[in-house]
């Protein structure tokens, strides 16, 4: 071994030391906090990450290219173009349609139906591409969008569906892809909370013309930040690579096609589209080229946390709806999600101070109804209906923690605190009607 593997060696094993030792994020019942997340990386990573630095190669290169390449393969996707966060993987899917390279592009003032029930960047990129997001209500058991709703949304004004597979539950994928067929839609999936998550066997973000997917910190995996958007389509890919970086040829597995074509301009700097700069690094390749192969088991731990909550509080369901997974599908619980029923006798904040003061995080769902908030008081947009549904998640909903790393310990916690909460609130009312059957 020369010196500098010794010397690699020797921070390898540093790494490993300082993360058995101080990487334990263990529910302790002696001080008993549950967070929303925890990471789900460790000394691989962090030494893939180090490793990759010393390299000094540490901008977009040849661990992004092969990272690329494992993700689509995981993903049943012929291509996939990494990007510096899931919000990026959104804008560049949106831009790449909304290209005038693109076959029927998008052009402003086509209208876009969206989820009212989703993020912030999953509908500013169709704002900034002045397309019309035109917001459509959720089931309240899936927490999708209500197919009924969505098919009643489509006017000859409608170019595309922008859907979420909300906290990791997919959506209806056969209905939607043949109403899009039917109609002539683009459909762009927002996979950024539901990495591994499967339609029918078949997983999300490979049925549509685009997915999207995130890899920030709280995700099933994690680049620290990140994304990727995958599509089957070689023309978009290309147009995804060169809007990501630049707008240059550099980066099209077709660039050599430009060098020939532009002999006069220098073949390093041969701008053939508008552009960012939204490229991920090599030290997040690197990162997520040790992670992916974990996704599957920590997927494991998330769905046997959500059965858990489930069996352990279908007691409670007079008062509370709990998201159904999808009949043929794979939930990835990115969360475990609570929507008061009108008959609690309590409200949203009441239960979370209580949960948050037991040391348990918890969150709203999503961001509730994007069509609520201030910024779209600004912009064009429409709703499709009143968005009763999505209202009633934005008041009444919550998240509870349910991740990799939620034990059977921490799952006891949560629901003994939830069982304290609702001892003291309906005391001497029943609980459910099959608890007293
Ligand atoms: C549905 C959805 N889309 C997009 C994003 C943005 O992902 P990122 O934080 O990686 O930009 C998120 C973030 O959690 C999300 O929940």
Redesign the pocket.
């Given at each position: 071994m020369d010196k500098k593997e010794q010397l690699l060696k020797n921070i390898k094993d540093n790494i490993k030391e300082y993360c058995d030792t101080y990487f334990d994020f263990s529910f302790k019942s002696d001080k008993p906090t549950v967070h929303l997340h925890e990471p789900t990386f460790g000394s691989d990573e962090i030494f893939a990450a180090v490793d990759t630095m010393l390299s000094t190669y540490v901008t977009m290169g040849k661990k992004v290219k092969a990272f690329e390449k494992q993700y689509a393969t995981y993903n049943h996707t012929k291509y996939g173009v990494m990007s510096n966060?899931?919000?990026?993987a959104?804008l560049l899917a949106v831009a790449a349609l909304a290209n005038p390279v693109t076959p029927n592009y998008l052009k402003p003032g086509d209208e876009v139906l969206v989820p009212a029930l989703?993020?912030s960047?999953?509908v500013w990129p169709l704002i900034q591409y002045n397309l019309i997001p035109v917001f459509v209500d959720c089931d309240l058991d899936s927490l999708n969008m209500d197919l009924n709703k969505l098919e009643q949304a489509i006017t000859p004004k409608t170019r595309a569906i922008k859907l979420?597979h909300v906290y990791g539950n997919p959506c209806l994928m056969h209905d939607i892809m043949a109403l899009a067929k039917k109609h002539n839609l683009f459909v762009i999936e927002?996979c950024?909370?539901a990495m591994g998550s499967q339609y029918d066997g078949k997983p999300v973000g490979s049925f549509g013309d685009v997915g999207n997917f995130?890899?920030?910190f709280s995700?099933h995996i994690t680049t620290l930040?990140?994304?990727i958007t995958v599509t089957n389509n070689f023309e978009l890919t290309e147009t995804l690579r060169i809007l990501r970086a630049h707008g240059w040829s550099r980066e099209a597995d077709e660039h050599q096609k430009y060098v020939e074509k532009y002999p006069h301009i220098d073949p390093r700097f041969i701008f053939i589209n508008l552009g960012y700069n939204l490229r991920p690094t090599e030290v997040q390749a690197a990162m997520g080229e040790k992670q992916l192969p974990k996704l599957d088991a920590l997927i494991d731990n998330r769905r046997k946390a959500a059965s858990y909550f489930l069996s352990r509080l279908a007691k409670y369901q007079d008062f509370f709806r709990f998201q159904k997974e999808t009949p043929k599908g794979k939930n990835v619980w990115f969360g475990f999600s609570f929507i008061l029923k009108p008959e609690a006798p309590f409200t949203v904040k009441e239960i979370t101070a209580f949960i948050q003061r037991h040391g348990i995080e918890t969150r709203p769902i999503?961001a509730g109804n994007m069509a609520r908030h201030p910024a779209l008081e600004m912009y064009k947009h429409r709703n499709a209906d009143e968005l009763l549904n999505a209202d009633t998640v934005m008041n009444s909903g919550f998240a509870l923690p349910c991740h990799h790393d939620v034990s059977e310990s921490s799952c006891e916690y949560i629901v003994h605190v939830i069982d304290l909460f609702m001892n003291e609130k309906i005391k001497g009312q029943k609980t459910t009607k099959a608890a007293t059957a």
């Amino acid at each position: 071994m020369d010196k500098k593997e010794q010397l690699l060696k020797n921070i390898k094993d540093n790494i490993k030391e300082y993360c058995d030792t101080y990487f334990d994020f263990s529910f302790k019942s002696d001080k008993p906090t549950v967070h929303l997340h925890e990471p789900t990386f460790g000394s691989d990573e962090i030494f893939a990450a180090v490793d990759t630095m010393l390299s000094t190669y540490v901008t977009m290169g040849k661990k992004v290219k092969a990272f690329e390449k494992q993700y689509a393969t995981y993903n049943h996707t012929k291509y996939g173009v990494m990007s510096n966060s899931g919000s990026s993987a959104n804008l560049l899917a949106v831009a790449a349609l909304a290209n005038p390279v693109t076959p029927n592009y998008l052009k402003p003032g086509d209208e876009v139906l969206v989820p009212a029930l989703s993020w912030s960047t999953t509908v500013w990129p169709l704002i900034q591409y002045n397309l019309i997001p035109v917001f459509v209500d959720c089931d309240l058991d899936s927490l999708n969008m209500d197919l009924n709703k969505l098919e009643q949304a489509i006017t000859p004004k409608t170019r595309a569906i922008k859907l979420v597979h909300v906290y990791g539950n997919p959506c209806l994928m056969h209905d939607i892809m043949a109403l899009a067929k039917k109609h002539n839609l683009f459909v762009i999936e927002d996979c950024c909370e539901a990495m591994g998550s499967q339609y029918d066997g078949k997983p999300v973000g490979s049925f549509g013309d685009v997915g999207n997917f995130s890899f920030f910190f709280s995700h099933h995996i994690t680049t620290l930040e990140g994304g990727i958007t995958v599509t089957n389509n070689f023309e978009l890919t290309e147009t995804l690579r060169i809007l990501r970086a630049h707008g240059w040829s550099r980066e099209a597995d077709e660039h050599q096609k430009y060098v020939e074509k532009y002999p006069h301009i220098d073949p390093r700097f041969i701008f053939i589209n508008l552009g960012y700069n939204l490229r991920p690094t090599e030290v997040q390749a690197a990162m997520g080229e040790k992670q992916l192969p974990k996704l599957d088991a920590l997927i494991d731990n998330r769905r046997k946390a959500a059965s858990y909550f489930l069996s352990r509080l279908a007691k409670y369901q007079d008062f509370f709806r709990f998201q159904k997974e999808t009949p043929k599908g794979k939930n990835v619980w990115f969360g475990f999600s609570f929507i008061l029923k009108p008959e609690a006798p309590f409200t949203v904040k009441e239960i979370t101070a209580f949960i948050q003061r037991h040391g348990i995080e918890t969150r709203p769902i999503i961001a509730g109804n994007m069509a609520r908030h201030p910024a779209l008081e600004m912009y064009k947009h429409r709703n499709a209906d009143e968005l009763l549904n999505a209202d009633t998640v934005m008041n009444s909903g919550f998240a509870l923690p349910c991740h990799h790393d939620v034990s059977e310990s921490s799952c006891e916690y949560i629901v003994h605190v939830i069982d304290l909460f609702m001892n003291e609130k309906i005391k001497g009312q029943k609980t459910t009607k099959a608890a007293t059957a």
